[in-house]
């Protein structure tokens, strides 16, 4: 049986530009996700343990399903100490992948193939189908992949020779399978969020200027539109490329606090590379009063940069401390970064979800040391951008992630000295107290 990606609602509104390739289609591998999708309603009304047994027999099928497809590789038999399969033992077979590093490792190595991308690559049909299933713990195994998918995606989709590349349409079907998800999770209605009027009277404080009654009349002035009405869609045409894929990491931001930190870690790198060239600005905030180091503890007492524009020893030496200058070397290798990398358009709707999910990994206190750097060196290389491009909204909200950035390092670095300081005084010895006297009237 043959399916295809289609938009809830009926079809597409017309468009005048030119689809960048045909509607996707997939062999159904004989699961029953296409029926379970059509019945979701049904699980409810069930007994709750039925319903759990069902969903575990969902996970386990999926993935028996995926160590089959990547049987053929030869690392498939070493994940966490066994086959992949093993997973699928677990009680939660969906989280237990999830979790996974080794099974991580190994499906983004096949992602990365050259030839993965195309209508008929496996592992994109596993992607597709397993998002299809509606199953929460299978999407999220899904989304934690999708860092990786958009980034290959993009950097192929916009590289100089895109014409000799394969068909990415096996990239596409996953993207538009989320979109398709999230238009019919909608129903039509856009995403709002009510902005603070300060102008009315609320239980903390009084306008000093008084009550504007002219908002009154007009209820939506402090509406903003987060992200607007989507349309549906059943092919990645150009013009609704950046959207397509924004909604996507929409999906991915209302989920990123069960994300491993390894996807957030390929997120912050690829965001980084979208930049484009490589340059000093992000590490010469406001000109050359004010150098703020990128992935360092707080700001330097020293000068960061020697007299021919390039980084101090000591910054190098940062670099490699915390491993920075291996992720710059790894990406430079793979044309991600550096001189070879390739630089993506960011439209709004691709850059508005993209610092969402920077500011998480930037501020969030339960991320590793790792992702914070690698979210702070992804948002200055932003802000560099945006700068070049000259792009007010950007420059306004990068460079406002670089300040809490900061304000959040200084102040964790100050934290700490005043521990140690503390910590100094706890062997200093002190002299007794004496003892009080209590005087009472006879």
Not at 41 to 56: L, Q
Not at 233 to 262: D, H, N
Not at 263 to 288: M, T, V, Y
Not at 395 to 403: D, F, G, Q
């Amino acid at each position: 049986m043959d399916f295809s990606v289609k938009p809830p609602g009926g079809s597409p509104s017309p468009s005048s530009s030119t689809s960048s390739s045909t509607p996707h289609r997939f062999k159904s591998a004989g699961t029953p996700t296409a029926t379970a999708a059509a019945v979701s309603g049904i699980s409810s009304d069930r007994d709750p343990m039925h319903s759990w047994w069902e969903s575990v027999s969902k996970q386990r099928s999926r993935i028996l399903s995926l160590s089959s497809l990547l049987s053929g590789d030869s690392h498939s038999e070493d994940v966490d100490g066994g086959p992949i399969s093993s997973l699928a033992d677990s009680d939660r077979p969906a989280l237990s992948l999830l979790s996974s590093r080794a099974a991580y490792s190994l499906i983004s190595s096949t992602l990365r193939n050259p030839a993965s991308g195309s209508g008929s690559d496996p592992l994109c049909q596993w992607l597709y189908e397993t998002y299809l299933s509606s199953d929460p713990p299978l999407r999220l195994v899904v989304l934690s992949f999708l860092p990786l998918l958009v980034g290959m995606y993009l950097s192929r989709i916009h590289s100089s020779d895109s014409s000799s590349l394969p068909s990415l349409s096996g990239f596409e079907a996953v993207l538009l399978a989320i979109y398709a998800a999230e238009v019919k999770a909608r129903a039509g209605k856009p995403i709002l969020v009510h902005i603070p009027d300060l102008s009315q009277p609320s239980l903390y404080h009084t306008p000093l200027n008084g009550v504007d009654k002219s908002r009154d009349s007009n209820p939506t002035a402090s509406v903003g539109v987060l992200s607007p009405q989507l349309e549906p869609q059943i092919a990645v045409k150009s013009t609704k490329r950046a959207s397509i894929v924004g909604v996507g990491l929409q999906c991915y931001f209302k989920e990123i606090s069960q994300m491993p930190a390894w996807s957030k870690l390929e997120f912050c790198k690829l965001s980084a590379s979208w930049a484009g060239q490589d340059c000093d600005c992000k590490e010469k905030i406001d000109g050359d009063e004010d150098k703020v180091l990128a992935l360092t503890n707080g700001f330097a007492d020293s000068p960061s940069f020697n007299a021919n524009g390039g980084r101090s020893l000591e910054i190098e030496d940062d670099l490699d401390r915390l491993g920075i200058r291996e992720n710059e070397e790894q990406l430079s290798s793979n044309g991600i970064g550096g001189g070879g990398s390739v630089r993506i358009p960011l439209p709004w709707e691709l850059f508005q979800p993209t610092l969402r999910i920077l500011g998480h990994c930037l501020l969030s206190p339960l991320n590793t040391g790792d992702v914070k750097d690698a979210a702070s060196n992804a948002v200055r290389s932003l802000y560099a951008r945006a700068s070049h491009d000259l792009n007010p909204q950007a420059i306004l909200a990068t460079r406002s992630l670089v300040n809490l950035d900061t304000s959040a390092r200084t102040s964790a670095k100050n934290a700490s000295a005043g521990t140690v300081n503390g910590s100094s005084n706890v062997n200093t010895p002190s002299k007794s107290k004496k003892p009080e006297l209590l005087l009472s009237s006879k």
